[in-house]
């Protein structure tokens, strides 16, 4: 949030700015608080010292029944820092365990009971880590979008076994920004919610891939066109171009990303009937990860205005 300030003098020498009403609701910041200041060259950087508000949920996990992970999953995103988790017998420990490690790298059994067992978050949630957790989640799906189409061009479809695997990567990453988010806001605080839905997106779109690698790989003979080749790599090239867009807006990149698009959809209805059922399920993942990263524009835009 771009916005200025008029200062005011205070005494003989001192110079006194406000400090904008949305932020400092945000970082819970009050009359005889404290912030950190930061002095580099010709900028001034004032920082929440203010420690975020510790969270803490009591649940009875056998209501959740096989979605105990989701749920948790949810608490964790939701920003609880704290989770005390009831059970009527230990077996359920287990599950609990089985759950952790995943997509909640800091979130572990703290203290338990033979009724009961607490989840705390032994990482804690900081500032400098969303950028470059958010780096990561481009960087590996870039990676399973620009590695797997040689081995898709060369139908050695095992080989996408490991790229398959960095979506659980993916969602790690996105967990932890995603809890940031929670925990910590957004440094526009009033376009926070497409950031959220940016980060969601991100995750969504590994999973599409990991359902076209395993299609693939349940698969092995299948035969693939040249058609479809060349539209996944048009995808490709359409998820590094929005990349590029996120990272340095271009009202002209954002353009070339609808066009994209565009093309793909028209070429994928146009000769439906020339590709096998078989073909058909790998334009419905093309044109499912096509129409997601064009969804990402818009919040995209809002974010730059």
Not at 3 to 8: L, N
Not at 142 to 158: D, F, R
Not at 274 to 281: A, D, H, P, Q, V
Request: proline letters at 3%; aromatic letters at 10%; hydrophobic letters at 40%.
């Amino acid at each position: 949030m771009d916005m200025r300030r008029k200062i005011v003098q205070q005494g003989a020498a001192t110079l006194m700015v406000s400090l904008p009403a949305p932020w400092a609701k945000q970082n819970s910041l009050k009359k005889g608080d404290e912030v950190e200041v930061e002095i580099k060259g010709d900028q001034l950087r004032i920082l929440s010292a203010s420690e975020p508000e510790k969270k803490s949920i009591e649940i009875e996990i056998n209501k959740f029944g096989p979605y105990l992970s989701r749920f948790l999953e949810a608490f964790y995103k939701a920003g609880y820092d704290e989770i005390k988790a009831k059970f009527q017998d230990t077996a359920s420990l287990n599950e609990i365990q089985n759950c952790l490690g995943k997509e909640m790298s800091g979130l572990e059994i703290f203290d338990q009971s033979r009724n009961f067992c607490v989840l705390q978050d032994i990482e804690g949630v900081d500032r400098d880590k969303f950028d470059p957790a958010l780096k990561r989640v481009f960087y590996l799906l870039l990676q399973m979008a620009e590695e797997s189409l040689p081995i898709i061009k060369s139908q050695k479809y095992e080989e996408l076994k490991p790229l398959r695997f960095l979506e659980e990567s993916n969602n790690r990453f996105t967990a932890i920004c995603i809890r940031s988010l929670s925990k910590l806001g957004f440094k526009k605080p009033e376009r926070m919610h497409f950031m959220y839905l940016i980060v969601e997106k991100l995750e969504q779109l590994a999973d599409q891939y990991k359902y076209l690698f395993d299609f693939l790989m349940q698969n092995k003979n299948l035969k693939v066109s040249k058609q479809i080749i060349d539209l996944y790599e048009t995808l490709g090239k359409m998820l590094r171009l929005y990349h590029e867009l996120f990272y340095k807006f271009d009202k002209e990149k954002a353009k070339t990303i609808d066009k994209i698009r565009t093309d793909i959809i028209q070429t994928s209805n146009k000769n439906y009937k020339n590709f096998s059922k078989e073909e058909l399920m790998i334009i419905h993942y093309i044109m499912s990860i096509c129409q997601m990263i064009f969804e990402m524009v818009e919040p995209t835009v809002a974010l730059e205005y």
